[in-house]
């Protein structure tokens, strides 16, 4: 059979339109789930709708990484879907065209979906990452004192409590600022001022509050003693703990997601010990290789699916691809989950998903071909278990 035949050209362009529409439709949903972070951005550090709108462009990469195998799979479920229901396939069965032949235009839509995937992953999420990093600490150095709500206790810096009873923005001045600092272990020190400034360090990357004609109360818990210290001039350095604790590296240093591939492949055979951080590159590595063959996995398995289920509608096999998928995702997961055992290795964690994922589409792939109904196995199974059951009451009667 040609791969150009018509009938291939025709499952192919099928195939294009609910995959667009799932595109959009699970970025869409992906991107919800960052909505709080821009929310916070914007209401604590006003930041423009243009860079609102570039912050959203930039994660769409990360998410794009499981969204184009997903929406392989739903392009391909509901092709078949469409075709088994209007009895297509019944007629191109009849017209000697089995199962097998339909693959070729299933089998270069997973592969276009799968290098579009590898693309996202290898070049796409870096690129996106350092960006949104590079954006969102912009964001934080030119509109700190943005995020300072007046009269409102300020938890944002690590193990700091700040409150500010007014912020000129005029002048980018704090006044009647009170500050709880905790970053040592015996001593509890609480400064009162009038007046502070608050500005950035942009070679030292450090955030820093100069109070003027204040006091400090230091609590000694060791020497349980109390000292009171007055000053004009008093330094506070801050560190930002929650609002970009996600997307800042350690010590100024790339994290695995913002590691391209051989950045990757380098800092693991430069490794000296395989800690924590060895593990989540090494993690990393194969995800950027496991996930979009995945598109081939989910592709191959929606194929028996969407040709078993007759009488279904179309949010039925929607629902249905969704579970498979989530199964496939449940068992990554598990290799998220012990990505720093040496029992339980990236290689394996990373893959386990479609071995077993491809291993079910294969399999209900070949007894769909044979004209084998899957769901009739379970049917048979119960009743077998049935016949079994009334063949033992009749013995014992």
Excluded at 114 to 125: A, D, E, H, K, N
Excluded at 221 to 238: H, Q, W
Excluded at 323 to 351: A, D, R
Aim: aromatic share 12%; with cysteine; glycine share 6%.
């Amino acid at each position: 059979m040609k791969i150009n035949s018509i009938i291939n050209r025709y499952l192919f362009k099928e195939m294009i339109p609910p995959f667009v529409i799932n595109m959009v439709f699970f970025t869409f949903l992906f991107l919800m789930a960052k909505i709080l972070f821009i929310t916070n951005l914007v209401v604590n550090h006003n930041i423009g709708l243009s860079r609102v709108i570039l912050m959203l462009f930039l994660f769409i990469p990360y998410f794009l990484v499981f969204v184009i195998p997903m929406s392989v799979m739903m392009a391909v479920l509901l092709t078949f879907l469409r075709l088994s229901s209007d009895n297509e396939l019944i007629a191109l069965k009849t017209g000697g065209i089995s199962l097998y032949g339909l693959l070729p235009p299933v089998i270069i839509f997973c592969l276009i979906g799968c290098v579009l995937t590898l693309t996202m992953s290898v070049y796409g999420m870096p690129l996106g990452k350092a960006s949104i990093k590079r954006l969102t600490m912009e964001v934080a150095t030119s509109n700190i004192e943005l995020g300072l709500k007046e009269r409102t206790f300020n938890d944002s810096f690590k193990d700091i409590m700040l409150y500010v009873n007014e912020v000129d923005m005029k002048k980018g001045e704090l006044r009647d600022v009170f500050v709880e600092d905790k970053r040592s272990e015996s001593i509890v020190s609480t400064v009162v001022a009038p007046r502070g400034i608050l500005f950035f360090e942009k070679e030292k990357l450090l955030f820093r509050l100069r109070l003027f004609d204040g006091r400090i109360n230091r609590v000694s818990v060791k020497n349980r003693s109390v000292n009171l210290i007055g000053f004009e001039t008093y330094d506070i350095n801050l560190d930002l703990k929650s609002a970009f604790s996600d997307i800042k590296g350690k010590g100024g240093i790339k994290d695995e997601k913002e590691m391209s591939f051989p950045e990757l492949r380098d800092y693991l055979k430069e490794a000296e010990n395989k800690n924590s951080q060895y593990y989540k590159a090494l993690v990393e590595l194969h995800q950027k290789i496991s996930i979009p063959f995945a598109c081939f996995v989910l592709g191959i398995l929606a194929v028996p699916l969407g040709a078993q289920l007759k009488s279904a509608r179309r949010s039925f096999g929607l629902g249905l691809g969704l579970i498979f998928f989530l199964f496939y995702y449940l068992l990554l997961s598990v290799g998220y989950v012990f990505k720093n055992s040496e029992w339980y290795p990236p290689f394996i964690g990373m893959w386990v998903p479609n071995i077993v994922t491809g291993g079910i589409g294969l399999f209900l792939l070949v007894r769909t071909a044979c004209e084998r109904p899957v769901f009739s196995m379970v049917a048979d199974f119960f009743n077998l278990k049935s016949d079994i059951l009334k063949r033992k009451g009749t013995l014992k009667e």
